[in-house]
């Protein structure tokens, strides 16, 4: 759930009642919340906050924002998914606030079929590809590109309960 305003292809005011109400779901059904928020990072937070959402299961989905989002996101005690752009030369904010966020609320995802890293950018993402999300990542830490693996491996599978 969440918003999109990068086409405007509903009115802004429908999405956000719906995602009110999403997220009141969630909320009654005491499930986690995945959020989209692309061009829209303000509103959601504002919207988040309101509705008392500090400290609630939520994963930011696709994160791309930098170093002072990736603190709002974790001050609030959610996790960060971390797509294949973290890899691109010119995502340098994106690495910075790998860098600060931490490892503990991450987890590496692929968007498929889109946002595929380097060396592959621009072909049909896949869940192969993720190996060089996870590498950008540690070599934005200054880690172990098997620390790293199992470090997001074990958020994510804590986070959606599968362990």
Same mark, same amino acid.
């Given at each position: ?7 405007? +292809? /509903?009115? *802004? ?5 719906? #995602?009110?109400?999403?997220?009141? =779901? @969630?909320? %009654? ?23 008392? +959402? /500090?400290? *609630? ?5 696709? #994160?791309?924002?930098?170093?002072? =989002? @990736?603190? %709002? ?91």
């Amino acid at each position: 759930t969440g918003l999109d305003y990068h086409y405007d +292809f /509903s009115p *802004r005011d429908v999405q956000r009642k719906a #995602f009110r109400d999403q997220l009141a =779901m @969630a909320k %009654e059904l005491d499930v986690p919340a995945v959020i989209h928020s692309r061009e829209a990072e303000e509103d959601t937070l504002a919207i988040l906050d309101d509705m008392g +959402f /500090s400290d *609630r299961p939520l994963l930011w989905h696709c #994160f791309g924002g930098g170093p002072d =989002m @990736a603190r %709002e996101v974790s001050r609030r005690g959610w996790h960060l998914s971390i797509p294949g752009p973290v890899s691109f030369p010119k995502s340098e904010s994106l690495r910075e606030a790998v860098r600060q966020a931490p490892l503990n609320r991450m987890v590496l995802e692929t968007d498929c079929p889109y946002l595929t890293p380097a060396p592959y950018r621009g072909k049909r993402n896949e869940p192969a590809y993720l190996v060089f999300t996870a590498l950008a990542v540690a070599q934005a830490r200054g880690e172990d590109v098997a620390a790293v693996w199992q470090a997001c491996g074990d958020t994510a599978r804590t986070f959606f309960t599968l362990a």
